[in-house]
């Protein structure tokens, strides 16, 4: 069972800053594509940003330039760094981490893991 806890949402005003972090932990031999998510009220849920095990990065248009994803692979951890934020970025942020649990590469599982998901409000 792999488990995921978020934190840093909050009310920020336009064009202000907040970092979201998001540590994994459990039975994990490996972790790959760590990512987050956010959804709007009645809208989809969207990918924000992805990091792969080799630090390979990708954002949609819409955040390109304002957030920054980074990884600490020894503390199981994904950052998002989310600058000159606006309005329309206020949303339920979740992070999303898929790997492998287990202990040995003969028995590992594969896992896809979702946090509880932090409210990020950006508002004058």
């Known amino acids: 069972q792999v488990q995921l806890v978020e934190s840093g949402g909050g009310l920020v005003q336009p064009g202000g800053s907040l970092t979201l972090s998001c540590a994994a932990s459990?039975?994990?031999?490996?972790?790959?594509?760590m990512g987050w998510y956010r959804q709007a009220p009645g809208k989809r849920r969207e990918l924000v940003a992805a990091i792969t095990s080799g630090g390979s990065t990708n954002y949609p248009d819409s955040v390109k330039g304002r957030f920054t994803i980074s990884r600490d692979n020894a503390k199981k951890t994904t950052y998002l760094q989310m600058n000159s934020l606006k309005p329309e970025d206020t949303a339920v942020y979740y992070c999303?981490?898929?790997?492998?649990?287990?202990?040995?590469?003969?028995?590992?599982?594969?896992?896809?893991?979702w946090g509880q998901g932090t409210q990020v409000t950006v508002s004058s």
């Open positions: 459990g039975s994990i031999f490996s972790i790959n594509v």
């Open positions: 999303n981490v898929g790997g492998y649990s287990g202990t040995s590469p003969f028995t590992k599982k594969s896992f896809d893991s």
